[in-house]
């Protein structure tokens, strides 16, 4: 799915895989109309949509749930988990609707994600930017793996930098956060140049507004941008799946167009397009894929 061949399977991924429960067999038709149901009535709830500064309240609430458990029970990864992880049955898999006896299977396909991403990417740079950090899940992770390297999250929720601070003094390793607004690219944030910068499950609450966030990007010059995001330009419209994955994201006015104006950047000679990837390794109702580019100097 990522393209990494298996003598390049990282150690904490294969700790990690032998330790969780990966069996799953095809939804029968029976759940493929329970699970349709499901996800037509969330697309046309009253509550799909939310403001700017609804959005803002709900993962300043969420993220400071995970302060809460992280300065109550300690740090680890279960007490950076967001709670948008819920347990379920149900998940989108190689274009198909899977069903696990395992409710935590999504998560843990996210944690191998990850560490296949990191290992394979990130391993070469000294500071690594996130942007839209939220819990700090994957600052902690990356710290885990590269305990040396400097981590920096950018996030617009307080509760964040707070996170930050609190696996900092723990940890004693170089975690940092600082506030960043993704859609108004404010208050300004010094990028050192050359580092890595990152977004993941971040992105898609821009919807079309991610011109100001490209400049940005762009601007701090880095050696690599790496994106795990829900890219509306990998779904194939005729597939029931996808489509029905395209109306929720349109309905929730999730990242919209970002693939597009990636292209037209690299037609433009200013970027190139390291890889553009669709893995279907996927969630509940949408999916992740993978965008690595970086500036033409």
């Keep these: 799915m990522f393209g990494v061949s298996p003598n390049e399977l990282p150690e904490p991924f294969l700790s990690y895989l032998g330790r969780m429960d990966a069996t799953y067999r095809e939804a029968d038709s029976e759940e493929l109309k329970e699970y349709f149901l499901q996800v037509l009535k969330r697309i046309n709830a009253q509550d799909i949509r939310r403001t700017a500064e609804e959005n803002l309240a709900a993962f300043e609430k969420g993220w400071r749930e995970n302060l809460d458990a992280l300065l109550s029970q300690g740090t680890s990864a279960e007490n950076l988990k967001p709670r948008y992880f819920r347990p379920g049955k149900f998940l989108r898999y190689d274009r198909k609707l899977i069903v696990s006896r395992n409710p935590n299977l999504e998560y843990d396909l996210f944690t191998l994600a990850r560490y296949l991403l990191f290992s394979g990417y990130l391993s070469s740079f000294e500071s690594i930017y996130e942007i839209g950090c ?76 991610h011109e100001k966030l490209l400049s940005f990007l762009l601007n701090a010059r880095p050696g690599i941008v790496l994106h795990y995001e829900p890219i509306l330009e990998f779904y194939d419209e005729g597939d029931a799946l996808d489509y029905l994955a395209f109306m929720y994201c349109r309905k929730r006015n999730y990242l919209s167009g970002f693939y597009t104006a990636l292209l037209d950047r690299q037609k433009r000679g200013e970027i190139q397009i390291v890889e553009a990837r669709r893995p279907f390794l996927g969630g509940v109702i949408h999916e992740a894929s993978l965008i690595i580019w970086k500036p033409r100097f």
């Design 134 to 209: 939220g819990s700090c899940q994957n600052l902690f992770m990356l710290s885990e793996l590269f305990p040396s390297k400097r981590m920096i999250g950018l996030d617009w929720a307080p509760a964040s930098t707070e996170i930050a601070k609190v696996l900092a003094d723990s940890l004693k390793r170089p975690i940092e956060a600082t506030l960043f607004d993704m859609m108004s690219v404010s208050p300004a944030v010094e990028i050192e140049p050359g580092s890595a910068i990152m977004t993941i499950h971040a992105l898609e609450q821009i919807g079309e507004g």
